[in-house]
């Protein structure tokens, strides 16, 4: 089952727009048709069901989003309100990962997919991401997420950045951070992916996952060798 016509949704942040810009790159090779590209202030807008029914009109039936939580929750009641039923809502990142947007949209998120980094799930398998978890629930009375496991990953790279370091000023630490060769587990913090930047600055050992919404719990779907369930499409 192919998409009759795609639209992209993303809030002009430079996080959704990194990510919406990586989704539009990737569709250009598909050969789907493409109605819009819809841009947006983060939070300025207070009703998406007149861009909704837009999109609904021209045929759109697959959305590609990258929005923060408290729009994404607005958009999917949009859609429930004008009974947009879509072929595929693909989140690239965002709002179905953060536990705010499962305890507001509740079963009317399910099946809902994004791309992720980390899940919880992945800690039942792993004792380093499992030890971690505990501890940071014994901290802040809630599991890891894709965004606080970045955020260890990070400080991670300036652990090792400052143990390597020749001294302790500006240019020495930079240095550092801009050349890490780190596998996962290298340090206390680096509980997910591994850690080396090319040319650009991208990570090259960071891996992605794809999610998908199941009774308010976020199963792999993807790839095939982490995968805890079959994705349901449509």
Known sequence: IAPKKVATIADDSTFSQDAINGALKSLKSTGWAF????SFAPGS??????ILQRLKLAGVDTIFQATFAP??????????????????????????YTPEFNAAVKKDGSYLTNAVGFVP??????????KFNDAYKA????DL??????????????????????ALNREAVAQGIRAPDLQQGANPYLIRDGVKFDAAGDNTRAFGLVMQ?????????????LATEKVVWP
């Not at 807008?45 to 007149?50: G, I, L, T």
């Not at 799930?121 to 380093?128: D, S, V």
């Not at 997420?145 to 400052?162: F, R």
Request: aromatic share 8%.
């Open 71 to 96: 729009d994404g929750i607005q958009i999917l009641r949009a859609m429930k309100t004008l009974n947009y039923d879509l072929l595929a809502w693909v989140h690239v990142l965002g709002a179905p």
């Open 213 to 225: 919404l199941r009774d308010l719990q976020q199963r792999i779907v993807y790839p095939a060798r």
């Open 45 to 50: 807008v207070s009703d998406f069901a007149p």
């Open 35 to 38: 109605q819009e590209n819809v």
């Open 139 to 142: 901290k802040f009375n809630k």
């Open 121 to 130: 799930e992945l800690t039942k398998k792993n004792p380093l991401l499992a």
């Open 145 to 166: 997420d894709d965004q606080s496991s970045l955020g260890a990953n990070s400080i991670a790279v300036l652990y090792d950045a400052l143990g390597r370091a020749t």
